[in-house]
C-alpha cells in the first residue's frame, strides 16, 4: 500500500511561483512513474505532468514551457515548480502514482494511488 502525502499548495499572485512537493511511502518510488493532476471548481480532473521512472517528463499543453516535475528518487518525492502562474491554473493538485515505470498514458486510469491534494489559488 503506497501512500502519497502532497505539500507547498496556497495562495500567490498571477505571474508568481510555488513548488509542490509529494512525499511517497510504502512501495519502491524509484521503479514508478510520477504524475500530476489538477482540479478546478466546477470542471474534471485534467492531466497536468508526469515523468517516468528514469526522468523522461511529459506536460499537458496548457503549462508546457512554465512548469518542470522532477523527481528525488533518494527523498521518495517528485515535484511540481509552477512558474509565471495564472488565475486558471487554481485547483486542487493531485499527486498520483502510475501502474508501472513509464508513462503509459495520461488519463487518470493509468494512474493506480492518489494523494489528499493541496489547494492552489492565483489571483488576478
Known amino acids: 500500500q503506497v501512500q502519497l502525502v502532497e505539500s507547498g499548495g496556497g495562495l500567490v499572485q498571477a505571474g508568481g511561483s510555488l513548488r509542490l512537493s509529494c512525499a511517497a511511502s510504502?512501495?519502491?518510488?524509484?521503479?514508478?512513474?510520477m504524475g500530476w493532476f489538477r482540479r478546478a471548481p466546477g470542471k474534471e480532473r485534467e492531466f497536468v505532468a508526469a515523468?517516468?521512472?528514469?526522468?523522461?517528463?511529459y506536460y499537458a499543453d496548457s503549462v508546457k514551457g512554465r512548469f518542470t516535475i522532477s523527481r528525488d528518487n533518494n527523498k521518495n518525492t517528485v515535484y511540481l515548480q509552477m512558474n509565471r502562474l495564472k488565475p486558471e491554473d487554481t485547483a486542487v493538485y493531485y499527486c498520483?502514482?502510475?501502474?508501472?515505470?513509464?508513462?503509459?498514458?495520461?488519463?487518470?486510469?493509468?494512474?493506480?494511488?492518489w494523494g489528499q491534494g493541496t489547494q492552489v489559488t492565483v489571483s488576478s
Open positions: 515523468i517516468s521512472w528514469n526522468g523522461i517528463t
Open positions: 510504502g512501495r519502491t518510488f524509484s521503479s514508478y512513474a
Open positions: 498520483a502514482l502510475s501502474r508501472g515505470p513509464v508513462v503509459a498514458g495520461t488519463s487518470a486510469t493509468d494512474f493506480a494511488s
